[in-house]
């Protein structure tokens, strides 16, 4: 039987990742669980690990799997694999026909491959519609929707990686925690977690190596929210 605290983590790590497909870092599952610090995380994952609830994906720092939820909770666990939700590429294999604009009969969609997004320090903004990538239509949801190519490593605690391709919902709102793109200064686009501290925007990476930037409001504009992510093997 699992406590108050690990089924309410439990429950937190499974809406998160059904939400974006990736896992909520340590100090996003200490706000929502109101702990004084990261070791009560720490504590309580070791014990969900225990009783086999989730497993902890070896070379892949904070990433998690849920690999079963408690019937009492009545929920699901989502779907078994890569974690963060990642689609394989199709390198080496024969592509289906390929369909007309928008949505196909596969279920997917052509959205915009819109350049390259800087995940570490910030490169320039959001370049023209270089080519279109087919995405699975349940990753899309409502809304418009961009792809962007991952460069850099300040999201890798994420489970974001230099060379990913991220899938970006294009809306210029977002909420503590978020990962959008975010241009600064007008001039310059990165991805990275969006907090408030007081009057100003806080942009920060998942990389300790990284340190989080702290902006006026009025020198972010959000670009858009993650949604989903493709990694290609090679």
Same mark, same amino acid.
């Given at each position: 039987?699992?406590?108050?605290?690990?089924?309410?983590?439990?429950?937190?790590?499974?809406?998160?990742?059904?939400?974006?497909?990736?896992?909520?870092?340590?100090?996003?599952?200490?706000?929502?669980?109101?702990?004084?610090?990261?070791?009560?995380?720490?504590?309580?994952?070791?014990?969900?690990?225990?009783?086999?609830?989730?497993?902890?994906?070896?070379?892949?720092?904070?990433?998690?799997?849920?690999?079963?939820?408690?019937?009492?909770?009545?929920?699901?666990?989502?779907?078994?694999?890569?974690?963060?939700?990642?689609?394989?590429?199709?390198?080496?294999?024969? !592509?289906?026909?390929?369909?007309?604009?928008? +949505? &196909? $009969?596969?279920?997917?969609?052509?959205?915009?491959?819109? %350049?390259? @997004?800087?995940?570490?320090?910030?490169?320039?903004?959001?370049?023209?519609?270089?080519?279109?990538?087919?995405?699975?239509?349940?990753?899309?949801?409502?809304?418009?929707?961009?792809?962007?190519?991952?460069?850099?490593?300040?999201?890798?605690?994420?489970?974001?990686?230099?060379?990913?391709?991220?899938?970006?919902?294009?809306?210029?709102?977002?909420?503590?925690?978020?990962?959008?793109?975010?241009?600064?200064?007008?001039?310059?686009?990165?991805?990275?977690?969006?907090?408030?501290?007081?009057?100003?925007?806080?942009?920060?990476?998942?990389? !300790?190596?990284?340190?989080?930037?702290?902006? +006026? &409001? $009025?020198?972010?504009?959000?670009?858009?929210?993650?949604? %989903?992510? @493709?990694?290609?093997?090679?």
């Amino acid at each position: 039987m699992l406590t108050r605290k690990q089924q309410e983590l439990l429950y937190f790590i499974h809406e998160r990742m059904k939400e974006t497909g990736i896992p909520p870092s340590f100090d996003e599952m200490k706000e929502a669980l109101d702990l004084a610090s990261k070791s009560g995380i720490h504590r309580l994952i070791t014990a969900l690990e225990e009783r086999g609830f989730i497993r902890r994906l070896p070379n892949r720092a904070r990433a998690l799997e849920i690999l079963r939820m408690p019937e009492s909770m009545g929920a699901q666990p989502p779907r078994r694999g890569f974690s963060p939700s990642v689609i394989e590429g199709s390198l080496g294999k024969t !592509p289906p026909p390929k369909p007309a604009a928008g +949505a &196909s $009969d596969s279920g997917s969609s052509d959205i915009p491959v819109m %350049g390259r @997004i800087a995940a570490g320090v910030p490169i320039s903004a959001i370049q023209e519609n270089t080519h279109a990538i087919a995405v699975p239509s349940e990753m899309l949801g409502t809304g418009e929707h961009y792809a962007l190519e991952v460069q850099g490593d300040s999201m890798i605690d994420a489970g974001i990686f230099d060379g990913d391709t991220v899938i970006i919902r294009n809306i210029n709102t977002a909420s503590p925690g978020d990962i959008v793109v975010a241009l600064v200064n007008d001039e310059e686009a990165t991805l990275k977690r969006f907090r408030r501290k007081g009057a100003s925007i806080a942009l920060e990476a998942a990389n !300790p190596a990284y340190e989080t930037r702290i902006f +006026a &409001s $009025d020198q972010v504009k959000v670009q858009g929210k993650l949604v %989903g992510l @493709i990694r290609r093997y090679h």
